[in-house]
């Protein structure tokens, strides 16, 4: 994460592109963060690459669109304890970092107050599923949790282990995507070492994004006998083609990891670009029926306030 590129013009220059391609205004907002790993995967000299464009800050996300908001989730509704969210039955959500490996141009929690995360809040967070016995599952998430290191994740998960009623450990992450060898011996550890039952849930967008380093860490975590979905956000001009999506669902289950949910974009400010109708996306998971084992294909889903789930349309 230390050698990730920062600086929009470099990561342009390394890709044999025009500076001027990036917007700075845009990364100002939201500054470029992008991992040598995953620069490596991108077509040189290619501006519609799939992956670029997941990361570079682009004039399109300075421009304001009617019913794209900075919380469209109203996730602040749902609030426990500060970077603690319980929004559906028996799970709740714990905001462990703000840090991230990657910074994705569409991320819904842009604008997330980050500020009230990150261990010193975990103590009251700790006490709020300890408190609530309907708590049978806890999400670490972020952020990203794997920024954090593993003697404090460790830690963590020991002390969610002590409490009585929670079964389950979900951890949301990009990382070993970003960089597969963050899926090291120490992560396993924690991960598989408690009673907790251990469930994964990587985010990765395009075929592209699963290189050999990348799969060979999903098989990692699966010889490790952890539970591996993975979910997808569908993006205008990156994945809004059956062929990719059918890749990517095929090279996920040859890694071992189940495409698990297609996800309509949030609309957060300076992300309409990104946006299709939910027709596409309907169209698309029809496609991949046709095409793909049934459980290859994900479920595709929105997020509505105020609904006891995910929707599923389609
Ligand atoms: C998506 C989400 C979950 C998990 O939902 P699943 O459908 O079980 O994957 C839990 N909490 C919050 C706040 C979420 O946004
Ligand atoms: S890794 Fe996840 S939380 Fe982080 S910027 Fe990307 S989408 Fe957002």
């Known amino acids: 994460m230390q050698a990730a590129i920062r600086d929009p013009g470099e990561l342009l220059r390394r890709l044999q592109l025009p500076p001027d391609l990036a917007c700075s205004t845009a990364a ?28 570079l800050p682009l004039p399109a996300e300075t421009q304001s669109t009617e019913g794209f908001s900075a919380d469209p989730l109203a996730e602040q509704d749902y609030t426990l304890a500060p970077g603690l969210l319980k929004k559906y039955a028996g799970r709740a959500l714990l905001v462990t970092t703000g840090a991230c490996a990657i910074h994705c141009r569409y991320c819904f929690r842009r604008e997330f107050p980050y ?24 999400l670490l ?30 951890v949301h992450t990009r990382l070993p995507i970003v960089i597969p060898q963050r899926v090291n011996a120490e992560f396993l550890g924690w991960l598989t070492g408690s009673r907790l ?11 592209q994004e699963i290189d050999d380093p990348t799969a060979a860490a999903l098989k990692r975590l699966r010889q490790a006998g952890v539970m591996l979905l993975n979910q997808t956000v569908l993006l205008r001009g990156v994945n809004d083609q059956a062929e990719p999506l059918i890749e990517l669902s095929r090279r996920l289950i040859d890694a071992g990891t189940t495409p698990y949910y297609l996800h309509q974009l949030d609309r957060v400010r300076g992300t309409a670009h990104f946006e299709t109708p939910p027709e596409v996306g309907q ?32």
């Open 28 to 55: 100002k907002t939201f500054p470029v963060f992008a991992p040598l790993e995953y620069i490596a995967r991108i077509v040189p000299g290619d501006r519609t690459d799939p992956l670029l464009l997941q990361v």
């Open 141 to 170: 998430s972020g952020g990203d949790p794997l920024t954090l290191t593993d003697p404090v994740l460790a830690r963590l998960v020991q002390r969610l282990a002590e409490i009585p009623h929670v079964r389950r450990l979900r």
């Open 115 to 138: 500020q009230q995360s990150g261990p010193p809040a975990w103590d009251e967070s700790l006490a709020r599923i300890a408190a609530d016995s309907t708590i049978e599952e806890v």
């Open 197 to 207: 039952t251990p469930i994964v849930v990587v985010h990765a967008n395009h075929p």
């Open 283 to 314: 169209q698309l998971i029809a496609a991949m029926r046709a095409a793909l084992p049934g459980y290859a294909t994900p479920r595709f889903v929105q997020e509505l306030p105020g609904e006891p789930n995910k929707t599923v349309l389609a």
